[in-house]
């Protein structure tokens, strides 16, 4: 053997490449005899030769086992080998409306109309446009742009970019994971709300079901009440008019006053009547009470028995999350086109018939109206940062997932742009919609506004449903506003669904050709895992995975993910890869997304995650507080996510050590991979590189050419390891 020498051979029997030298000005000063200096250099050889697997056989990098197919067009698309049985999008407009629906999801309805309220009206846009820009855009962008490039999975990119990151992939299939859980069971309840609607009086209109209690109440059926007989009128308690004077009576040093106030004997001040007791809308009772069968003594300790009809629910919502996805992206894409789009017909209809009912006006002004002292409150701006960083759904793996079926060549940074405004106009305009019904709702029952708006679950399953009784054909507008819930949401099930089936693909390629069998299970094992919150008491099972199953966590690894590309594998590196992809950026925009994933989005997640971690509170429920056990076990969820990265990086940094190299390779990125993912791309984009003479390289040639260059860079890499296990032998 020749000590200056280094065998390159990679596999290909074309092409053997010699003479990458060893560059040691002391190499020739060891002071051992040649035969044995051969024969060190040897054992090391020999041991990095086994730690490092031919290029062709690289596996789980979205890579071509080939490097030369028989087909040289598949080389020019990259659907050869592995990655045709990957699949890809039929066309680009599917990839634009799944990333769409992913992003326009239940939040867009039932949370920003009510941040918006509560954070100032119209100026709460300023901070949530602010916050979209300069930290949810960026990451958006570079989620699409590393799936695209890699075509890869979330819990196989990371580890190609810095092995000490391996596991950060798999802590967000966690969160995706707890999050696919909980979303069908809202999924489930729409279907239950469907099918309820097809009566000709919807049933949460009024206090004589079988289920109402004593405290059931609606304004209009108080206003009967207002023209009683009795003396000092009678208010509306246990469904029917009670006397005012016997129900005051019934509370200690009370006595009768008028139709809205008590007289207290004591102290002489007047005691409201809706301050003696809880006044609970039916459509409140009919959601707790009917739909989810809870009752006086049901909490988190108290979960009681199992709710048939709400399984059915639940197992129809698998059902239908099975069969979009039994084909993956060719199953899913097609329905798309429906999911994506109905939504945005029903919001429309519901526009135009709220803004056509008295008291629309009011809502609509009462949604837009600004506070323009909220700016100076760090709430809101946290609250904006929040609300565009959970609606665009950055950190959970969906996005990366859904770009790695994308073709390489495809214009992820227009496709990001356009769906991040268009997933915030849609949330201004349900705001809209919203709040010309909540207005014409007030006005029905002659009070504020303020009075009848309410956010998250209560919005949707308590306050619209009671605005629609108010509506002509009510049923009809029921069934819209339910549909329109349920396709919003099965969209991004779809999405966390998928990126769990395809992380198992990317780490199991053979199950690729069982892929009936992995959606079925997946979905099986999703439905087993949501029954317990279809108990009498899961409701608040459901409060306390959605509390804190995407909370700081979330926030943790997005910080993590976006220091790991802008910082470590660097923003120069990154930007060579979007150029390879055909994503050419002039000096300004490419300024503004380096500041951005440098600067502004990491700095702006780690003050949003601190100020999160100060702030939290407890899991509640209204008035109800999760007993300290219940938080235990909801920070124990929380914490998985991020302790599930620690294994991995911790093997990494084992196999680093007992290998004897540098511990720099815990963060440097796999030339190899990256190397092969930059000729397909420049490929797929019709890239050609053209040598001193003017030759035209093939895409073959350009991947080869690519290939030496990437193994010198290793050897030389490599020759550093010898160098430094030889130094003890050295004078």
Same mark, same amino acid.
């Given at each position: 053997m020749n000590m200056n020498r280094l065998d390159g051979h990679f596999g290909d029997e074309d092409h053997n490449y010699h003479d990458i030298s060893l560059h040691d000005e002391n190499e020739n000063q060891l002071n051992v005899p040649d035969t044995q200096k051969e024969g060190f250099i040897a054992n090391i050889l020999t041991s990095m030769r086994k730690k490092k697997p031919p290029l062709e056989d690289t596996i789980d990098s979205g890579i071509a086992r080939s490097i030369k197919g028989n087909n040289p067009e598949n080389t020019m698309t990259g659907n050869n080998g592995d990655e045709s049985e990957r699949g890809n999008w039929t066309n680009q407009i599917e990839f634009f409306l799944s990333c769409l629906a992913y992003a326009v999801g239940i939040g867009n309805v039932w949370r920003f109309p009510y941040k918006c309220y509560k954070n100032g009206g119209g100026v709460f846009l300023i901070p949530y446009l602010i916050m979209l820009f300069l930290a949810a855009l960026p990451l958006f962008y570079l989620e699409l742009a590393l799936g695209q490039f890699s075509q890869l999975g979330p819990n196989k990119i990371f580890g190609k970019i810095a092995p000490l990151f391996r596991g950060l992939g798999y802590g967000m299939l966690c969160i995706s994971a707890y *999050? %696919?859980? @909980?979303?069908n069971v809202i999924i489930a309840w729409c279907i239950y709300y469907m099918f309820a609607g097809f009566s000709a009086k919807l049933e949460w209109a009024s206090c004589d079901n079988w289920y109402n209690t004593a405290d059931c109440y609606t304004p209009e059926l108080d206003k009967s009440c207002e023209h009683s007989r009795f003396p000092g009128g009678s208010t509306w308690w246990n469904n029917?008019?009670?006397?005012?004077? *016997?129900?005051?009576? #019934?509370h200690a040093h009370l006595m009768g006053h008028n139709h809205t106030h008590c007289f207290h004997r004591h102290s002489h001040k007047y005691v409201p009547?809706? %301050?003696?007791?809880?006044?609970? #809308?039916?459509?409140?009772?009919?959601?707790?009470?009917?739909?989810?069968?809870?009752? #006086?003594?049901?909490?988190i300790d108290n979960l009681g028995v199992l709710n048939i009809k709400l399984v059915g629910c639940l197992l129809v919502a698998w059902i239908l999350v099975l069969v979009c996805l039994i084909k993956g992206v060719k199953s899913s894409g097609k329905v798309v086109w429906f999911t994506a789009l109905f939504p945005y017909a029903v919001?429309?209809?519901?526009? *135009?018939?709220g803004v056509t009912l008295p008291g629309a006006m009011d809502g609509i002004y009462f949604f837009v109206t600004p506070d323009w002292s909220k700016l100076t409150e760090i709430t809101v701006w946290t609250d904006a940062a929040t609300q565009i960083f959970? #609606? +665009?759904?950055?950190?959970?793996?969906?996005l990366i997932t859904l770009a790695s079926y994308n073709k390489r060549n495809s214009n992820c940074q227009r496709d990001a742009v356009v769906i991040a405004i268009a997933n915030s106009a849609t949330s201004i305009f349900a705001g809209f919609v919203i709040f010309s019904i909540l207005g014409f709702m007030a006005a029905e029952l002659n009070v504020d506004v303020s009075e009848v708006v309410e956010g998250g679950t209560a919005l949707a399953f308590v306050a619209y449903p009671?605005?629609?009784?108010?509506l002509p054909v009510s049923p009809l507008w029921s069934f819209l506003f339910f549909s329109m819930l349920l396709t919003l949401g099965l969209d991004s099930q779809f999405t966390n669904v998928e990126t769990l089936i395809t992380a198992i693909y990317d780490e199991f390629p053979a199950m690729r050709k069982y892929k009936i %069998?992995?959606?079925?299970?997946? %979905?099986?094992?999703?439905? +087993?895992?949501? *029954?317990p919150m279809c108990l009498q008491g899961g409701y608040y099972l459901f409060v306390l995975l959605d509390w804190y199953s995407g909370s700081w966590s979330l926030l943790m690894l997005s910080v993590a993910e976006i220091v790991l590309v802008a910082w470590i594998y660097s923003t120069a590196e990154f930007n060579t890869d979007l150029k390879s992809m055909g994503l @050419?950026?002039?000096?300004?925009i490419r300024w503004y997304w380096n500041l951005s994933w440098k600067v502004t989005s990491p700095l702006l997640l780690i003050f949003v995650l601190i100020f999160t971690l100060i702030k939290y509170q407890p899991a509640s429920d209204g008035d109800y507080i999760f007993p300290l056990w219940s938080n235990v076990v909801g920070w124990v969820i929380a914490l998985s996510s991020v302790a599930i990265t620690i294994p991995f990086g911790v093997y990494e940094f084992y196999k680093i050590v007992r290998k004897g190299w540098p511990l720099k390779h815990l963060t440097e990125f796999d030339y190899v991979w990256r190397t092969q993912s930059r000729a397909l791309c420049e490929a797929v984009s019709n890239a050609r590189s053209e040598d001193n003479r003017g030759k035209m390289f093939s895409p073959e040639e350009l991947m080869n050419k690519n290939l030496l260059h990437s193994s010198i860079k290793i050897a030389r890499s490599d020759e550093k390891v010898i160098m430094s296990a030889l130094k003890p032998y050295k004078q």
């Open positions: *999050v %696919s859980i @909980y979303y029917t008019c009670v006397p005012t004077h *016997v129900y005051c009576n #019934s009547l809706a %301050s003696l007791h809880d006044r609970i #809308s039916p459509a409140e009772e009919y959601f707790k009470r009917n739909m989810l069968m809870m009752d #006086s003594e049901t909490d919001l429309v209809i519901l526009l *135009v018939r959970y #609606s +665009l759904g950055p950190g959970f793996g969906g009671t605005a629609i009784t108010k %069998s992995v959606v079925g299970g997946v %979905s099986l094992i999703g439905f +087993l895992l949501g *029954v @050419y950026q002039n000096r300004l």
